[in-house]
């Protein structure tokens, strides 16, 4: 028999969702706030000259740059105060998982300092963020502050206040993505840094389908190659679709026990485990590892030293080097934020607290060791998908195969999904006050 729950998600339609007014006054926040965001990445920073920025970046169309500029909606090609997007927030957050699990003072912040040890540590990630962007700020404007081979720079103006305006703009942009981030996620609807990403990828899309119309009506691109690409993003999508759903579930036991004159308990349960239990982490901060250092670098290939020329053609995106690097981080991200966020010996003590116990398995060491095997080879079939779905565009090539395939189609999955079970949680909670309601007016009628 369906459970209450079950019962009230079955009944969820349309008209459930025209009577939550506090919904849709939170959906209308959300798309308010992202309307916003597109607009600043129309939005160019100061002291720039479009006509030399353009032919720099038309240098490495399809190139390394083509990432940030599909995660960022565009900023990117245009230089826009938005440019950086919420990249070094998502980095930063990442640094300060992996220090929570490695300095023992935060560890001790994170797992018993309740809500003020988390506001703690988001504190600090908020700072870290700023350092992060101050960083990344300060090598885009020196490389744009940069004479090229010609003795042009990008800058209409170079020296230190263009320096200065320009750092102080990328992150103000990228804390202001921050903000409104946090209100979509406290007034909206969805995680609100997610969900800016997500428009981000998403706003690229039409552009890059109506090129490839274009390319497939004038002849320059063939039109098996055209359909073969939309059927191989759609077969990316339904397989990242699948494995993102998979679990691994394990069967849990707890033993009957005498309350008064009745055996109660009795019951299973599953302990499930995700096939990728890391989810997109381990592509984007490997992808913040190489892309970056390799596009500071880039802008001043042609002024700098041959060594820099030589690490950015080592470096660049496509090459053996790089492909290798990128897989072999991708692998070790993923075992090692799966470490992070999962641990197997605080699972075994939580099950051995409350009486559960894997059936074979003794409590306790044995319980936390089987978790730990099955995990790991989990771990080792999502570290091969991911890296099989983020190398596949590479390999392709093109700006239309890296924003339709691989990390893209990866966080366009995840946030949808994500998006889609908090609405209905919503649509879940307004049933249930309706039905709460509903019995308080049956008990004063009475």
Request: glycine share 10%; hydrophobic share 50%; aromatic share 10%.
């Amino acid at each position: 028999m369906a459970s209450a729950a079950e019962q009230l998600a079955a009944n969820m339609n349309f008209s459930s969702f025209a009577k939550a007014k506090e919904l849709q006054q939170r959906i209308l926040f959300t798309i308010g706030i992202l309307i916003v965001y597109r607009i600043g990445t129309f939005v160019p920073i100061p002291g720039i000259d479009p006509v030399q920025y353009a032919r720099v970046f038309e240098q490495f169309q399809g190139g390394i740059l083509n990432m940030f500029n599909t995660l960022g909606g565009g900023a990117v090609e245009r230089m826009a105060i938005f440019a950086l997007n919420v990249m070094p927030y998502i980095s930063a957050s990442i640094i300060m998982q992996l220090m929570s699990a490695t300095i023992p003072s935060l560890e001790k912040l994170k797992k018993e300092g309740g809500e003020q040890g988390r506001q703690q540590i988001n504190q600090y990630t908020r700072y870290l963020t700023v350092l992060l962007a101050a960083g990344q700020a300060f090598a885009i404007a020196i490389g744009m502050n940069t004479p090229n081979a010609d003795g042009l720079t990008m800058a209409i103006n170079p020296g230190p206040f263009f320096i200065a305006s320009t750092v102080i703009t990328l992150v103000g942009g990228t804390m202001l993505l921050l903000w409104l981030g946090e209100q979509i996620t406290s007034r909206g609807v969805g995680n609100g840094v997610s969900l800016i990403i997500f428009a981000g990828i998403i706003s690229a899309v039409p552009g890059l389908l109506g090129g490839a119309l274009s390319q497939a009506a004038s002849g320059a691109l063939a039109a098996p190659v055209f359909f073969g690409g939309i059927l191989l993003v759609l077969a990316g999508l339904v397989l990242v679709v699948f494995i993102e759903r998979s679990q691994r579930r394990l069967l849990v036991q707890y033993p009957k026990r005498q309350q008064g004159n009745r055996m109660v308990g009795g019951d299973t349960s599953f302990l499930p485990l995700k096939l990728n239990t890391a989810g997109v982490i381990p592509p984007i901060f490997a992808s913040s590892l190489l892309f970056l250092p390799a596009t500071a670098a880039s802008f001043q290939q042609q002024s700098g030293p041959e060594w820099l020329q030589t690490v950015v053609a080592y470096l660049g995106q496509g090459s053996p080097l790089f492909l290798t690097m990128y897989a072999a981080m991708i692998v070790f991200f993923c075992f090692f934020y799966t470490s992070v966020v999962f641990n197997p010996e605080d699972t075994a003590d939580n099950l051995r607290k409350y009486g559960g116990f894997l059936p074979g398995i003794r409590p306790g060491k044995r319980t936390a060791e089987y978790i730990d095997f099955v995990l790991s080879r989990l771990t080792l079939i999502g570290a091969i998908y991911l890296v099989v779905i983020c190398m596949v565009p590479m390999l392709m090539g093109g700006g239309a195969a890296i924003a339709l395939g691989g990390t893209s189609i990866l966080i366009v999955v995840s946030v949808t999904m994500d998006t889609i079970s908090q609405i209905q949680s919503h649509l879940l909670a307004h049933q249930y006050e309706g039905l709460i309601k509903k019995s308080k007016l049956r008990g004063r009628k009475r």
